[in-house]
């Protein structure tokens, strides 16, 4: 890790390359001097190998990632992390305790986002994940003290990857019917009065809109 805001050398010699993000400092929400703490002692922590292993397959197939309407959130998801390894490299204060539940919490959507179109996905399940390793009333805890409603946010996030296929032309060849249940929602009709509620407008026209754009 470089600090963009202080003098760095940064070099190698004989054949390689090298991938990397950048995250505004104003987006990690941690004072200079913690991030600054931290630059030496990053490969100590435990997070160390996780966002690395990360940063090299974001970078390695953001093609492919951007082109997935599942993947969206993953610049909050990245930030989340980067915020955890700086604040797990220092010492143990407030800074590390709140970036840590956030970063849990930023683990746990991206979990969700993965496994959206599958049926089975409900908060049990999440929260036994193999990166959570929480009970269920924790789940709800550390969703609950982030101000949304898991339930909730998991049929909007199911809303929107069905509007953004629905308005792909490309995606004419599936029925609605389809779409929706491949979106987690068994009742096509249920599914209508959902989509419209949230956006005012039926998977149909959606659908039409589309058609008239290709």
């Known amino acids: 890790m470089m600090d963009h805001s202080a003098p760095y ?4 010699s004989g054949a390689g390359a090298s991938r990397c993000i950048q995250v505004p400092l104003d987006q990690l929400t941690l004072p200079v001097d913690v991030v600054r703490r931290a630059l030496p002692h990053l490969t100590a922590s435990p997070l160390y190998p996780m966002v690395t292993d990360h940063i090299a397959h974001l970078t ?14 993953l610049e909050e ?15 143990q204060d407030h800074h590390t305790r709140t970036v840590l539940a956030e970063t849990r919490l930023a683990q746990i959507r991206a979990y969700v986002r993965r496994h959206l179109t ?27 003290q ?4 898991l339930n909730r946010w998991i049929i909007e996030q199911r809303l929107e ?16 019917a389809a779409v929706a249940r491949h979106w987690g929602f068994s009742d096509p009709t249920h599914f209508s009065h959902r989509f419209k509620d949230a956006y005012g407008i039926s998977p ?8 008239e754009k290709s």
């Open 9 to 12: 050398d940064y070099a190698w």
């Open 60 to 73: 390695g197939t953001i093609d492919d990632l951007l082109d997935d309407p599942a993947s969206a959130g």
């Open 77 to 91: 998801i990245t930030i989340g992390l980067t915020r955890a390894l700086v604040a797990s490299a220092v010492r």
């Open 118 to 144: 599958e049926p089975d996905l409900r908060p049990a399940r999440i929260a036994a994940a193999a990166a959570h390793h929480i009970s269920e009333r924790h789940l709800y805890k550390l969703c609950a």
């Open 146 to 149: 982030a101000g949304f409603s």
């Open 161 to 176: 990857g069905a509007r953004e296929e629905l308005a792909r032309s490309s995606s004419s060849s599936r029925t609605i």
């Open 204 to 211: 149909r026209d959606v659908r039409a809109a589309a058609h």
